[in-house]
């Protein structure tokens, strides 16, 4: 197999495929094939030899591993998956020492159903024990669920589970796998892994997993607590407003992305247009919560869809509501309007008690017009209003963090071949992007993130050109997350900025994979 194949390797979270000596993970293996080989002093697994000795179960000596120079062997893997919160403990034990330099081998466990959480939790990969055993007992996989058959449907249950394993492979290099997990989770045990490792363990989650995906499929209550919109979330609750946005107009969301592109906000805003300039717009939703306007062309929030039927679970509206007061709380605003359909009025206690409250069918001509009217009296001669320029700047700071705004004082606006761009004496400083809702950076800019080590990459001594791969990765901040904007160093060289495409833990522990997208390289 050529280089260029083997060097395909994607990570999503803490789960890794790819290619390695010739073999696709996450992989089945076969126990009657030469990838299983038993004789009296050892076991060859995948062609790398383990003495064989007795292991005792957990509960007589503890959890244990069988180490070898690719892979981490979990034997008591039926031990475990009956007590889902201690696997899990276990495994994120297991990451925490080897991070992304192992394989994880967990012995005795190919229920197909199981597969695409364990592989989410970082399992890379299984063995058919389990398969042959429930074919035995004449049980056959469908995409249902299990059924009773009058014949041992060993082969076609292998296939079964080798067609989850592509799924999982094409999913994780596509960005897809929360979907796919939560598509899958047939069995009420997925379910709880899935739900014990979203819950228990966010912050190990919320590290790794990508900054984006191409999109996010929001059709079970499970995605309420997905790493990506719970980060998001908690960093809405921080979040600070543009500065001289005074005066905050709560609204629905809307099907189409962006929600200004919808025709409910189009309506809405067409008859209040002469009033924008001194409102913070903030659009309430599930699963994300709350949406400022200017955070609308980003991520999540422009990548979510949601079946829109009316109605909200309780888990969903508790969530709002948590979230409206904490960001109320994090933020001063002279006056809150809210203009919200009659599915939205559980709002009203996570407002202060001076809101106004215009509450009906939003696209309705006589609402609208009470709208305008609360604004026009809201509105004085004395009120501010805020610019494009306060809206990027609190962009920056959400994108990267408080520590980016004493370089924002003194930029400026520009807008050049239909792109806006920021800049300080002349030089470009950052550059926007619509359609991710991010700004890029920029040499210019590339210095403030290697001056104070942020979302900054070391790699060996060579000019970047289309990709930095991970074997060439010396280090990276902890900060750095899949499609996180990135800059490269040497030293004190500033050698390149891109795009990430794994969290910093995998590009320092892995040798094969492409670990950043170089967008520009520093010349020497």
Known sequence: MSEKINDKQYVMGFTWTGYRNGRRFPLL?????????????????LGEKFSRKIYYPSFLGGEKVIEGNEMVIIYNGLELIQRPARLIAFIMELRKKYGFKKMFYLQGISDPYLLPVLSYLGINIFDDLYIRKESQENLKYTVAGKTQVDYNPLEENIKFAESILDSIFLATRDGTLREIVEKIAISGKALEILRIADTKYYNEFSQVFPSR?????????????????????????EYTKPEHRNIALLLPCSAKKPYSD????????????????????????????????????GYPARFYDIPVIGTWYEDEKVMMKNLISSYIKKNNYSEIIAYIPEDLDFIRESLPENSKIIEGRVTDDGNIAKLASVLKDTITGDSEYAKKLDDYRAILRFQFGEWIMPYLSKIKLINSFHQDMLVEDGKILFVYNESIGRFSITHESGKFFMENNKFNVSIEDFNPTSSVYAMGIRDATTDIKAFDEVVMTYGNELRGTGTALMPSRAMVDMDHGAAVKVRSGVKK
């Open 213 to 237: 995906t191409p999109y996010i499929q929001a059709n079970s209550i499970e995605s309420l607590n997905r790493p990506d919109i719970a980060y998001y979330r908690n960093k809405i609750a």
């Open 262 to 297: 919808s025709k409910t906000h189009k309506k809405i805003l067409a008859g209040i247009w002469q009033y924008r300039r001194y409102l913070h717009e903030l659009i309430v939703t599930s699963p994300v919560g709350l949406v400022p306007r200017e955070l609308e062309n």
């Open 29 to 45: 293996i076969n126990t009657f094939s030469n990838d299983y080989k038993n004789d009296k002093d050892s076991i060859e697994i």
